[in-house]
């Protein structure tokens, strides 16, 4: 019984991931499709990158929080509803109980400090440069969960980020007014004395959390990372993530925020341990609810391959090669450029290795990048000019840096003299041959 019991992970494991997609029957894929992705996750956590980014977002947002509710404040006050913004943060830290009430009055008397007049021009620059700040560095913390290595361009960053900053909570607060109208509207009171539909409304008030919390994580899926992210896969990570993240903080303030613990252990350090401890697990949640809607929107990406890359000499020149021959292809054909997901699924490689590649090469100067929201990939010149001798010298000595040179290592004659024959011999034998020669090789060879 007890060998069995050992060795039900291993057939568990061979059941989820041995199988071939197709060859599961339709009512199972959805499961097993859950399993991997839970399987997959767990794998990241344990990997210790998303649990890093997620300490990371902890300190900065400890920075950022009160520049950034100066911000809001400011623009709520001119729309007169600056005082509903004391409601919001107590709802965000409704897990902390009554400490939560003690950090909102804090917070809030910090922000009634911040006074533009008193910054002056400079202080209220590095108040705005600490809040996009905070939002650059989730943005990357999003960027890493979807395996995007591009982060957007300086000017849109700015003016993304302050349109988040400017007009987000506008828009916030004008739905919970009209949220709050509702609510007081005689029909709605009216109709609560209906005993069904009282029922019926009290379970929507106990829902709309949820929904709320679902809506805005769906949001954030799709915006913030830089990349187009399907909206039926933020929904699901925003689901998850959504009542993982309700529940989390039910579970918090019944548990760990009313335990004595932290207080004899801690003592007047022990309502800042705690806030600091929920919002880790905020930030944690909030990145596996990306990391899944990542792997829903790819599926290619569903294997037991390690993020940690470790492609060898040989793999990284063919594969570079592979890809400026498909490019070169299409460029010759006049079709579309090739994205980074398309790559990736074309040569069934991990989109961070070809991303890798891929930078490697726009630094080289052998691609450009187009603009747009899905960047495309073209020569960065006329094909049957770029020699393959000098595409190969500049995929081999990528990685080299000033401080990391070929040249600068230890001279020994016959290592020299056998490097200059292997380089001779690679760069003589295509020598006369240019990316044309890779990507129409049957025009070339007429």
């Known amino acids: 019984m007890k060998l069995k019991l050992l060795a039900l992970p291993a057939k568990l494991s061979s059941l989820i991931w041995d199988t071939p997609t197709e060859k599961i029957p339709a009512k199972l894929q ?18 210790g990158q998303l649990t890093l980014r997620s300490m990371g977002l902890v300190y900065t947002t400890l920075l950022a929080m009160v520049p950034l509710l100066a911000v809001s404040f400011s623009v709520l006050k001119g729309f007169g509803v ?9 709802n965000l830290l409704a897990a902390l109980g009554d400490k939560g009430i003690e950090i909102t009055q804090r917070i809030l008397s910090f922000v009634d400090n911040t006074k533009a007049g008193v910054l002056g021009s400079m202080g209220l620059a590095l108040l705005l ?42 828009l916030v607060f004008t739905a919970l007014g009209m949220t709050a109208s509702i609510s007081s ?9 209906i005993k069904v539909i009282g029922v019926l409304l009290s379970f929507a008030g106990w829902l709309i ?31 998850v993530s959504g009542i993982l993240w309700e529940t989390t903080g039910w579970l918090f303030a019944a548990f760990v925020v009313n335990s004595a ?6 003592s007047a350090f022990a309502t800042l341990i705690i ?25 290619e990406q569903r294997n037991l391959q390690s993020r940690i890359l470790r492609l060898s000499n040989r793999m990284r020149e063919k594969v570079s090669l592979l890809i400026l021959s498909l490019i070169g292809q299409h460029y010759y ?74 040249e600068k290592l230890p001279q020994m004659e016959v290592i020299d003299s056998l490097y200059t024959d292997i380089e001779s011999s690679i760069y003589d034998s295509v020598k006369d041959k240019t990316l044309r020669d890779l990507s129409m090789p049957n025009i070339a060879d007429r």
């Open 129 to 170: 440069f600490t809040v996009v700040s905070l939002l650059q560095k989730i943005e990357r913390a999003f960027n890493f969960a979807w395996r995007v290595s591009e982060h957007r361009p300086l000017a849109q960053r700015f003016s993304d980020y302050l349109s988040v900053i400017f007009i987000g909570p506008v």
């Open 30 to 47: 959805p499961f097993i499709t859950s399993l991997r992705i839970a399987h997959l996750i767990i794998r990241d956590l344990l990997e």
């Open 333 to 406: 054909h006049n079709k579309p450029g090739w994205t980074m997901d398309a790559l990736s699924q074309k040569l069934n490689i991990g989109i961070e290795a070809i991303g890798l590649l891929i930078e490697n090469m726009l630094n080289a100067k052998l691609l450009i990048q187009t603009d747009g929201e899905t960047p495309t990939y073209l020569p960065a010149q006329a094909p049957e000019t770029l020699k393959l001798n000098s595409i190969i010298k500049a995929i081999r000595q990528s990685g080299e840096t000033s401080n990391l040179k070929f």
């Open 209 to 239: 959390p949820y929904v709320l919390i679902i809506i805005a994580f769906t949001l954030i899926y799709i915006l913030v990372p830089n990349t187009r992210v399907k909206f039926k896969s933020a929904l699901i990570g925003g689901v």
């Open 275 to 299: 806030f600091m401890i929920w919002m880790y697990l905020s930030w944690l949640i909030l990145l596996i609810g990306s990391s899944i809607a990542f792997y829903h929107q790819h599926p």
């Open 185 to 193: 509207a005689s029909i709605f009171k009216d109709a609560m004395q």
């Open 261 to 266: 613990k932290y207080t004899a252990i801690y």
């Open 82 to 90: 600056h005082n509903q913004l004391e409601p919001i943060v107590l």
